[in-house]
């Protein structure tokens, strides 16, 4: 069982995410200039602020995966007008957390559609009925998928198909892995975290022991050369990589678990666990102060160990 503290500081962390897609800051965020990169097969990625939007911009098709936050949604939406002259067939989120669906409501009447994992609409409600921290409004309503499925959805998207997976339960309990097929190119969403020590989000459902499962698997599931679009990367390092950076990630997380418990077999308490570090190997990793950090990380995975 997690302490009133642990469930509190964890949520918190969550409830902030939907305060940031609402703008709710006490201080406006700092301005940002999007950008647009191109991969291969007419996919890449679109860089603003919060979690990495994917996209396909196509003559026969087009599909844009998360929405970032609401001013950095407007920016990606704009741009991808400039670009291509038919509506967006599909807007996917790869989980419910605000720095990647908070632009819905800007997308919303632009997209034939949205489509997210069965779990991710029921997430997105809870996280918006949490209270506000202090001093800020009430959230608004979320804009959640009006389509969702349970395993596996694949469908064709003009010469494109577009394939979601679920692993189960790992970063949170509604992780999709967005693949398009033909063009080899895979959205992890916060699956990967490039060199940072990632966010869990435990009341969500997340599991650091699946998290691994999940990572091996989409490994297994795709090609050798398949490029991965990240969620997030340490500042200076990329936001796409190969199979080398997911299954580094998976020897992060093996790792954090084999100190976690080794730390229990030897009667440390949970915040003697959080003290040790750095891990081997994983020294260079950027901390996020004060919840993206490893000491947290380390916390989360004694509560998932011992409960």
């Not at 990572?215 to 090609?223: C, F, G, N, P, R």
């Amino acid at each position: 069982m997690w302490t009133r503290r642990q469930f509190l500081e964890t949520s918190s962390f969550a409830a902030a995410l939907g305060v940031a897609a609402r703008g709710a800051f006490a201080q406006a965020p700092p301005a940002v200039t999007g950008t647009f990169t191109a991969l291969r097969g007419n996919t890449g990625y679109f860089s603003g602020r919060g979690g990495t939007i994917g996209w396909l911009i196509a003559p026969d098709g087009l599909v844009v995966v998360d929405t970032q936050f609401p001013d950095t949604a407007q920016l990606c939406l704009d741009g991808i007008k400039s670009r291509a002259s038919r509506s967006i067939d599909l807007l996917v989120n790869t989980h419910h957390h605000g720095d990647h669906t908070g632009g819905n409501a800007v997308f919303r009447p632009h997209v034939g559609g949205i489509l997210a994992h069965a779990n991710v609409p029921g997430l997105q409600q809870k996280a918006a009925a949490a209270p506000p921290p202090p001093g800020q409004p009430p959230p608004a309503a979320p804009t959640v998928a009006d389509k969702t499925y349970d395993k596996v959805w694949e469908q064709a998207i003009g010469k494109e198909t577009l394939r979601l997976k679920y692993y189960g339960p790992a970063h949170t309990s509604g992780d999709s892995v967005v693949t398009f097929v033909k063009a080899n190119v895979a959205h992890m969403g916060d699956l990967m975290f490039n060199k940072r020590h990632p966010f869990i989000d435990r009341p969500s459902g997340a599991s650091i022991t699946n998290w691994i499962t999940v990572l091996e698997s989409t490994v297994k599931d795709h090609a050798k050369d398949t490029t991965y679009i990240f969620g997030h990367a340490k500042d200076g390092q990329p936001v796409t990589g190969d199979q080398g950076h997911l299954l580094e990630m998976r020897n992060y997380l093996t790792a954090v678990l084999d100190v976690t418990r080794k730390a229990i077999a030897d009667g440390k308490s949970r915040d003697e666990a959080m003290t040790l570090g750095p891990l081997p190997k994983f020294e260079d990793y950027m901390e996020a102060p004060p919840r993206l950090t490893l000491a947290t990380v380390l916390g989360i995975a004694y509560d998932e160990l011992k409960n």
